[in-house]
């Protein structure tokens, strides 16, 4: 599809219609620019659009298309360049990645493309099974010709427990810390599932800053003010930013009383280079896999702790547990098999830490359509996404015909590439191009006896180095 139809969690301009799958900051670059948000409508849940003037106060809210889970609208968007008019419709699909955060599924002249966002769809959880079911009712029995797809924890080794389980091992932590004060990292948006769980059966209020209790009240959560507090002598357990837990922080406080961090992610590793120079501190990894990353070298995923094992001190006063609000592998695994696309799109592609999803699902579909080549920036997508698929067997072939010199150039240069200077050698059979006419075309030039002669002499000079020239022996005969 070309540029300038619609965008998907990209806001810089140039589209026609824009989609936010959800709130957080990774997925809102470009609202926020001088002068507010002028580019045309933007399609979101309800529950974002209800956030959105906190966050962006320049919005204009008469652009603001709230769209509920489950329901469609229809689109008709024109071509920028042939002025031809695509007619689609677009159906939003819980995501369970945080509050208000959507799936986008369009289906029409465009052909059927699933955007997930960030989502976590866990298997065994109900609220999981009627996203599902929904998403199947929508398709219509249709397939999924281009699935751009949440795949931050791609990979076998990163399973994770349900969401209840590690918050009840949370809710044991803070049990066997009766003394401790308790710092929690959190994002503006997110986990309040699991502050609710702790502050129910610990039977004790929770505290957090002033930005996220606004957040709290707009998204109809503790009405009553009876959970959540900006006081900080009403309990002992605080709800703080995500980037201020840090190690450095807790031991400050440990200096004042006893204090424990927790930080629930499910980010269980940490990067290292392939020379193995960490980019962060924290204790030796309990295991390693081999990863290769995008653009870079081979690196390793090393993770912490074991998900199914109990949690465990990741650093001097920090505890860190895989509650995770992105899909694990298998809930991964399971979307492929449900909507089986004919190409799946990683949307989380960092130059550090890419994780390909063809690399582990290339068995859902064939290796032809298994690509990832659709341009893709971070988390923004600005509408190039893959048309209708040619039905198979209709492919169109393009002849080249190229000269064995091109040929041997071309070869030169990937062997260069992939050996990095290594001596190149000729092969040992000979190349056959059959498009190529291999035999070569002469050219009759007429020249007189006494320019021949002069050619030899310069010839034999640059050759010979000023040694003595001698007549030819035979006489040189020209026709």
């Given at each position: 599809?070309?540029?300038?139809?619609?965008?998907?969690d990209?806001?810089?301009?140039?589209?026609?219609?824009?989609?936010?799958?959800?709130?957080?900051?990774?997925?809102?670059?470009?609202?926020?620019?001088?002068?507010?948000?002028?580019?045309?409508?933007?399609y979101?849940?309800?529950?974002?659009?209800?956030?959105?003037?906190?966050?962006?106060?320049?919005i204009?809210?008469?652009?603001?298309?709230?769209?509920?889970?489950?329901?469609?609208?229809?689109?008709?968007?024109?071509?920028?360049?042939?002025?031809?008019?695509?007619?689609?419709?677009?159906?939003a699909?819980?995501?369970?990645?945080?509050?208000?955060?959507?799936?986008?599924?369009?289906?029409?002249?465009?052909?059927?493309?699933?955007?997930?966002?960030?989502?976590?769809?866990?298997?065994?959880?109900?609220?999981?099974?009627?996203?599902?079911?929904?998403?199947?009712?929508?398709?219509?029995g249709?397939?999924?010709?281009?699935?751009?797809?949440?795949?931050?924890?791609?990979?076998?080794?990163?399973?994770?427990?349900?969401?209840?389980?590690?918050?009840?091992?949370?809710?044991?932590?803070?049990?066997?810390?009766?003394?401790?004060?308790?710092?929690?990292?959190?994002n503006?948006?997110?986990?309040?599932?699991?502050?609710?769980?702790?502050?129910?059966?610990?039977?004790?209020?929770?505290?957090?800053?002033p930005?996220?209790?606004?957040?709290?009240?707009?998204?109809?959560?503790?009405?009553?003010?009876?959970?959540?507090?900006?006081?900080?002598?009403?309990?002992?357990?605080?709800?703080?930013?995500?980037?201020?837990?840090?190690?450095?922080?807790?031991?400050?406080?440990?200096?004042?009383?006893?204090?424990?961090?927790?930080?629930?992610?499910?980010?269980?590793?940490?990067?290292?280079?392939?020379?193995?120079?960490?980019?962060?501190?924290?204790?030796?990894?309990?295991?390693?896999?081999?990863?290769?990353?995008?653009?870079?070298?081979?690196?390793?995923?090393?993770?912490?702790?074991?998900p199914?094992?109990?949690?465990?001190?990741?650093?001097?006063?920090?505890?860190?547990?895989?509650?995770?609000d992105?899909?694990?592998?298998?809930?991964?695994?399971?979307?492929?098999?449900?909507?089986r696309?004919s190409?799946?799109?990683?949307?989380?592609?960092?130059?550090?830490?890419?994780?390909?999803?063809?690399?582990?699902?290339?068995?859902?579909?064939?290796?032809?359509?298994?690509?990832?080549?659709?341009?893709?920036?971070?988390?923004?997508?600005?509408?190039?996404?893959?048309p209708?698929?040619?039905?198979?067997?209709?492919?169109?072939?393009?002849?080249?015909?190229?000269?064995?010199?091109?040929?041997?150039?071309?070869?030169?240069?990937?062997?260069r590439?992939?050996?990095?200077?290594?001596?190149?050698?000729?092969?040992?059979?000979?190349?056959?191009?059959?498009?190529?006419?291999?035999?070569?075309?002469?050219?009759?030039?007429?020249?007189?006896?006494?320019?021949?002669?002069?050619?030899?002499?310069?010839?034999?000079?640059?050759?010979?180095?000023?040694?003595?020239?001698?007549?030819?022996?035979?006489?040189?005969?020209?026709?």
């Amino acid at each position: 599809m070309e540029e300038g139809l619609l965008s998907v969690d990209k806001f810089s301009g140039g589209s026609q219609v824009y989609f936010m799958t959800h709130l957080h900051q990774d997925h809102t670059r470009g609202l926020g620019a001088a002068g507010g948000w002028r580019h045309g409508p933007l399609y979101c849940s309800p529950v974002t659009a209800r956030l959105l003037p906190t966050r962006f106060p320049g919005i204009d809210a008469s652009l603001i298309r709230p769209i509920a889970p489950g329901e469609s609208a229809p689109l008709s968007l024109s071509s920028p360049t042939s002025g031809r008019i695509f007619s689609l419709h677009v159906t939003a699909i819980p995501a369970l990645h945080c509050p208000g955060s959507l799936m986008y599924l369009f289906r029409g002249d465009l052909g059927c493309m699933l955007f997930t966002g960030d989502f976590r769809w866990e298997l065994g959880c109900e609220e999981a099974r009627s996203a599902k079911k929904a998403l199947l009712e929508a398709l219509a029995g249709d397939s999924v010709d281009v699935l751009y797809m949440d795949n931050t924890y791609c990979h076998p080794t990163l399973n994770f427990p349900p969401r209840h389980v590690v918050a009840e091992q949370i809710v044991n932590i803070i049990r066997a810390h009766p003394d401790h004060e308790v710092i929690i990292g959190v994002n503006n948006l997110g986990k309040e599932d699991l502050l609710l769980h702790i502050s129910i059966a610990l039977q004790t209020k929770i505290w957090v800053w002033p930005q996220r209790l606004l957040t709290v009240h707009l998204l109809g959560i503790d009405d009553n003010r009876e959970i959540f507090t900006t006081d900080t002598s009403l309990t002992r357990v605080r709800a703080v930013p995500r980037y201020s837990l840090t190690i450095a922080t807790l031991e400050a406080l440990n200096t004042v009383c006893p204090t424990i961090g927790i930080m629930p992610s499910g980010i269980p590793w940490l990067w290292r280079s392939s020379e193995g120079q960490a980019k962060s501190s924290g204790k030796s990894p309990a295991k390693s896999i081999t990863y290769g990353g995008q653009g870079s070298g081979i690196g390793t995923i090393e993770t912490d702790y074991d998900p199914l094992s109990p949690p465990k001190l990741f650093e001097k006063h920090s505890y860190a547990l895989p509650y995770s609000d992105h899909a694990c592998f298998a809930e991964l695994e399971d979307l492929m098999q449900t909507v089986r696309p004919s190409v799946v799109v990683g949307i989380v592609r960092t130059p550090s830490c890419y994780a390909n999803p063809r690399h582990h699902f290339s068995h859902f579909f064939g290796d032809e359509v298994c690509a990832d080549k659709a341009p893709v920036e971070n988390s923004g997508h600005n509408g190039s996404l893959a048309p209708k698929r040619r039905p198979s067997g209709s492919r169109r072939r393009r002849m080249i015909k190229i000269s064995r010199a091109t040929f041997y150039r071309s070869r030169v240069t990937r062997k260069r590439k992939d050996f990095c200077g290594a001596r190149i050698t000729e092969p040992e059979e000979p190349i056959e191009l059959c498009c190529v006419d291999k035999t070569p075309r002469r050219r009759i030039i007429k020249i007189s006896a006494s320019t021949l002669c002069r050619s030899r002499v310069i010839m034999k000079r640059k050759g010979t180095c000023g040694a003595r020239l001698e007549e030819p022996q035979e006489p040189i005969s020209v026709p």
